[in-house]
């Protein structure tokens, strides 16, 4: 029997689905976290054989010394896995400690978490990308910025999601930012790209090949829902572009991805942009080495009539899956509202109108209600007229 270990298999919580799956197809699943076993979900308790609790997973030696134990109960780990970004470099460092060869390993890393890093092996790719520039000094920042116009956009080059992500206008939001940024942070600067996000959404087997395919559109900008508490708004594509395929493919063969379910970011420009390309031009934006954010899975199984958290197991116990992929798709569209924010439609209201429709409405957690907003409304439409008039609706709010 192989071993899976997932680090922190409770966070977010549907995770327990990959777990299940896996022990469905005959791994031995190992969990280690820092929540008490009490507090673990009874489906994510089923799915388990095993729980190591620790007082913090921020906290190596003792994450390590939970790996060493269970490796001496259960002998050689096979995989070890947590499917969330935040934790990416120290899954890889787990992996090379134990020489466990079925992830990405510590040498890996940097292409996979530094924006900087990413560039290159977007152009071995063919897959252009905005110009960037690291920052440090801030007289080489305002030239820079002379050299590419206003706006651009500064973020951490090792980060995860938003967080301390800004749009600078000005050379007066440019000296507020040098004089306000966090020390402790390696930030990079790029020229502000006037685009919509698309995402490529595979699980990839062994080979590099993907399973199964999909992505989501962006409407807005993640940065302004994080930084200006926006409404949060996407949605799950019924049919993925043959273009976006394509690229997404070429990404997966550069970046040496295998065995993974990866989330990988593009731009497609809403106008002819100097020194990018024209409108409908497609720039690599970053990539991800995790299943897409949130109740992302969810959605793409509303939208394709699967279950990704199955196929994912599949792809890890026999590198391929039987599920059936001809089943017929539709438009699965999320809306995160915020709580401060003053709407036409309360919630009841939303239900009697869009019920019929809405396949999930819930409240976020906490730690990611910052990206998604505080209540949420996930529906599935035949179109992507009827999805956006539902969005609008949702969304309005009182002068």
């Not at 600078?168 to 502000?192: C, G, H, W």
């Not at 019924?238 to 295998?258: H, I, Q, S, Y």
């Not at 709407?343 to 809405?358: L, P, Q, S, T």
């Amino acid at each position: 029997m192989k071993n899976f270990v997932f680090i922190s298999p409770n966070f977010p919580a549907a995770y327990w689905r990959f777990c299940a799956g896996l022990k469905e197809n005959g791994l031995r699943v190992l969990g280690i976290g820092d929540c008490p076993y009490d507090q673990l979900t009874e489906e994510l308790r089923n799915a388990l054989d095993e729980y190591y609790k620790v007082s913090s997973l921020e906290n190596y030696d003792e994450v390590f010394r939970a790996v060493a134990f269970l490796t001496f109960k259960h002998g050689k780990i096979d995989y070890l896995e947590s499917n969330n970004e935040y934790w990416l470099e120290r899954d890889a460092a787990l992996r090379t400690a134990f020489h466990i060869t079925t992830g990405f390993m510590e040498e890996d890393i940097q292409r996979m978490k530094y924006k900087s890093k990413m560039k290159a092996y977007y152009e071995k790719a063919g897959i252009p990308t905005a110009r960037y520039h690291l920052v440090e000094g801030m007289e080489e920042s305002k030239a820079f910025a002379k050299k590419v116009g206003y706006p651009v956009v500064v973020k951490p080059d090792n980060g995860v999601g938003a967080s301390h992500t800004y749009r600078l206008r000005s050379e007066e939001e440019m000296d507020y930012f040098y004089a306000t940024k966090d020390p402790s942070i390696q930030y990079v600067m790029e020229e502000y790209v006037d685009g919509e996000v698309r995402t490529y959404d595979a699980i990839i087997d062994s080979k590099g090949e993907p399973i199964i395919e999909g992505g989501n559109v962006t409407l807005g900008s993640l940065m302004d829902v994080m930084n200006d508490q926006d409404d949060s708004v996407f949605y799950i594509v019924k049919d993925l572009p043959e273009k976006m395929k394509d690229l997404g493919r070429r990404t997966v063969k550069a970046f040496g991805v295998r065995s993974r379910y990866v989330h990988l970011e593009f731009f497609v420009l809403r106008k002819d942009q100097k020194g990018l390309g024209k409108a409908g031009d497609i720039l690599g934006l970053e990539v991800n080495m995790r299943p897409p954010g949130g109740i992302s899975p969810d959605m793409a199984n509303f939208a394709y009539g699967v279950d990704m958290y199955k196929i994912w197991a599949d792809m890890i116990a026999f590198d391929k899956t039987d599920m059936p992929m001809d089943r017929p798709h539709h438009f699965c569209g999320f809306c995160g509202r915020r709580d401060a924010k003053n709407y036409v439609m309360d919630h009841n209201a939303i239900m009697e109108r869009f019920g019929h429709k809405i396949v999930m409405a819930e409240r976020v957690q906490a730690a990611l209600s910052g990206c998604m907003g505080d209540q949420t409304y996930v529906g599935i439409y035949e179109t992507e007229e009827e999805m956006f008039d539902a969005f609008r609706a949702m969304l309005e709010t009182k002068q």
